[in-house]
């Protein structure tokens, strides 16, 4: 494959909000990696309760500092780590620059952020926790994760019909 | 190692849980320089179900095939956390959202989620379509048009310290409390709560 090929595929997508700036294709076993970053995750939901509808509802009520510390700790660890990475110009292990791309501010931000609350305070889930949640035995929230398909291609069929 | 087991097996602490999720930025970020971000494997997988031409979903969504391996991932995560992992007690709720929470009619607290909702049983009610559907759709639609969720907002878009990702932030914690204490007891009284 040429090289000029390769450039073109790194238009940013401004609508991913999880851009992937790698120039690596990777493939076959080196994928796997990433499913094992899911595991762990995972498991961290499930074990910190991250999962459970009664914590989201603690959250909401202010009535437990759990899940304000777990996000919190969580951004504290991000800001670290990039910050470190920015500053020692650590490299992917591919030799690569990392690169973050910009985030473009949107009316979306507010208006589909606000929606999302919503749903979250109902369903007790954010995406992360609707995979955990299924796999940890909660099968009927194979439902839920229906719904969120079908809202999200909603989302993008009338696209162009929503303030942004 | 039994002594290992049941430590594993207690509840973490926000402390421990916090930090390992904030280590999923820099892992993903050194190695496959991806920003970290769940909602957009909802897209991915639109995208390569039923893209129907529409511009959001057409595009080469097996480069993004990480990102179904990461929620595939999550999934068998909570596989193994309940069935190998599992904490022997009960959840302990905090007192005043168990009263509160008896208030709205919910009276099961021995399991991560109420009983009375989250089972096959109430599918086919008021219920199933208050906290499946309608849930699941504001979740879906929601978080693709404010463009991530608590992952790719919340975590990697603050901890880049993108402001656009605190304000979705805060809309979305704006969201959740409006919901939690002005519709959520009419939703659930017209439910049959």
């Known amino acids: ?164 | 190692m039994t002594q290992f087991i049941e430590w594993i097996s207690q509840p973490w602490p926000w402390y421990v849980a916090g930090p390992l999720i904030g280590l999923t930025v820099p892992a993903l970020l050194i190695l496959g320089n991806k920003s970290f971000g769940i909602s957009s494997s909802l897209r991915h997988i639109c995208a390569a179900c039923v893209p129907a031409g529409i511009p959001l979903f057409t595009y080469n969504w097996k480069k993004e095939i990480w990102n179904l391996l990461f929620v595939l991932g999550t999934a068998i995560g909570g596989f193994i956390a309940m069935n190998f992992l599992a904490n022997p007690d009960t959840i302990v709720i905090s007192e005043s959202t168990q009263s509160d929470l008896r208030a709205l009619g919910i009276t099961n607290f021995s399991d991560l989620m109420p009983a009375e909702i989250f089972s096959w049983n109430t599918l086919f009610s008021g219920k199933g379509v208050v906290f499946f559907l309608i849930g699941g759709f504001l979740v879906g639609f929601g978080t693709r048009y404010a463009e991530g969720c608590t992952s790719g907002h919340a975590i990697m878009g603050i901890s880049s310290l993108q402001w656009p990702s605190l304000i979705a932030t805060i809309f979305f914690m704006l969201g959740g409390f409006f919901m939690t204490h002005i519709l959520l007891e009419p939703l659930m009284k017209s439910v049959e709560f």
């Open chain 1, 1 to 164: 494959m040429s090289k000029s090929l390769k450039n073109t595929e790194q238009v940013v997508d401004t609508h991913c909000a999880a851009p992937n700036s790698s120039q690596t294709k990777d493939k076959g076993l080196s994928l796997l990696k990433y499913m094992l970053i899911g595991i762990v995750f995972g498991i961290v939901f499930v074990k910190a309760e991250i999962i459970s509808w009664f914590r989201i509802q603690e959250m909401f009520r202010l009535q437990s500092f759990h899940m304000y510390g777990v996000i919190g700790s969580a951004i504290v660890t991000g800001i670290i780590s990039i910050q470190l990475i920015k500053r020692l110009n650590i490299k992917s292990i591919h030799g690569e620059t990392i690169n973050i791309p910009t985030k473009v501010f949107k009316k979306g931000q507010i208006i589909g952020g606000f929606i999302f609350g919503l749903g979250w305070a109902i369903t007790g889930a954010c995406p992360g926790p609707i995979f955990a949640q299924i796999g940890s035995g909660f099968t009927v929230i194979l439902v839920t994760l229906i719904s969120a398909l079908a809202g999200t291609w909603i989302y993008g069929k009338f696209e162009n019909q929503f303030p942004n």
